[in-house]
């Protein structure tokens, strides 16, 4: 059975986002050592950060309209937490990309993903906010994709690692969106109203995320 999502959970996500880039970073030191290396990538590894970085920041942006926009608690604290989650993420990538000095993969967003930013800017209420998680939900599945390609074979060894401390973060993102999706909107099973009923009680009951993600 699905836990169910509420403010106090997606509060306590946002609280220990920071561990997101804890995971995913190195210490400064191997970070010292990679950058004075300036080695180039493969092209999988280079394709690799050329993807992620325009995904992660479109999450940013997403994040933020959501923390604004969102008409429920749950949408306003699931944004602040994709915001400051992958903000952390993206500082990381910036890292990893500047000591390559035959490669600058950008962080600018596609104008695919900048049209799904202005989509959502343009929308209010409960639009909003179904629009928000169907685009979550799939950003997400393309992004667990993505850093498990990566995570499994990625040549350059800071990318590598990477990614693969980058996944389960990812994967919480995935499932907290369904979750969220689903107890608002009842989309992927049964549980409709169960998170807009939790919201109104407050945090009583609640059920906080499974342990070992994003800390």
């Given at each position: 059975?699905?836990?169910?999502?509420?403010v106090a959970?997606?509060?306590?996500?946002?609280?220990?986002?920071?561990?997101?880039?804890?995971?995913?970073?190195?210490?400064?030191?191997?970070?010292?050592?990679?950058?004075?290396?300036?080695?180039?990538?493969?092209?999988?590894?280079?394709?690799?950060?050329?993807?992620?970085?325009?995904?992660?920041?479109?999450?940013?942006?997403?994040?933020?309209?959501?923390?604004?926009?969102?008409?429920?608690?749950?949408?306003?604290?699931?944004?602040?937490?994709?915001?400051?989650?992958?903000?952390?993420?993206?500082?990381e990538l910036?890292?990893?990309?500047?000591?390559?000095?035959?490669?600058?993969?950008?962080?600018?967003?596609?104008?695919?993903?900048?049209?799904?930013?202005?989509?959502?800017?343009?929308?209010?209420?409960?639009?909003?906010?179904?629009?928000?998680?169907?685009?979550?939900?799939?950003?997400?599945?393309?992004?667990?994709?993505?850093?498990?390609?990566?995570?499994?074979?990625?040549?350059?060894?800071?990318?590598?690692?990477?990614?693969?401390?980058?996944?389960?973060?990812?994967?919480?993102?995935?499932?907290?969106?369904?979750?969220?999706?689903?107890?608002?909107?009842?989309?992927?099973?049964?549980?409709?109203?169960?998170?807009?009923?939790?919201?109104?009680?407050?945090?009583?009951?609640?059920?906080?995320?499974?342990?070992?993600?994003?800390?």
């Open positions: 059975m699905k836990k169910l999502l509420t959970a997606l509060a306590t996500l946002v609280a220990t986002a920071p561990g997101f880039a804890q995971n995913a970073g190195t210490s400064s030191h191997s970070r010292a050592a990679v950058r004075s290396q300036g080695h180039g990538l493969s092209a999988a590894d280079r394709q690799f950060l050329e993807m992620a970085g325009p995904a992660n920041m479109t999450e940013v942006e997403l994040g933020k309209l959501a923390s604004e926009k969102g008409s429920s608690p749950g949408i306003k604290l699931f944004g602040r937490w994709m915001a400051s989650a992958h903000g952390f993420a993206g500082r910036a890292t990893i990309t500047e000591r390559n000095h035959d490669t600058k993969p950008g962080m600018a967003m596609t104008a695919e993903q900048k049209a799904s930013v202005e989509k959502l800017r343009g929308m209010s209420g409960k639009e909003f906010d179904q629009e928000f998680l169907r685009v979550m939900v799939e950003d997400h599945q393309k992004a667990v994709a993505l850093f498990q390609k990566e995570a499994q074979g990625g040549q350059d060894p800071m990318v590598r690692s990477f990614a693969q401390n980058i996944v389960p973060a990812v994967q919480e993102h995935l499932q907290q969106a369904q979750d969220l999706r689903q107890d608002l909107f009842n989309v992927g099973g049964e549980g409709a109203g169960r998170a807009a009923n939790a919201n109104a009680q407050g945090p009583a009951g609640s059920t906080q995320p499974a342990a070992g993600t994003t800390r």
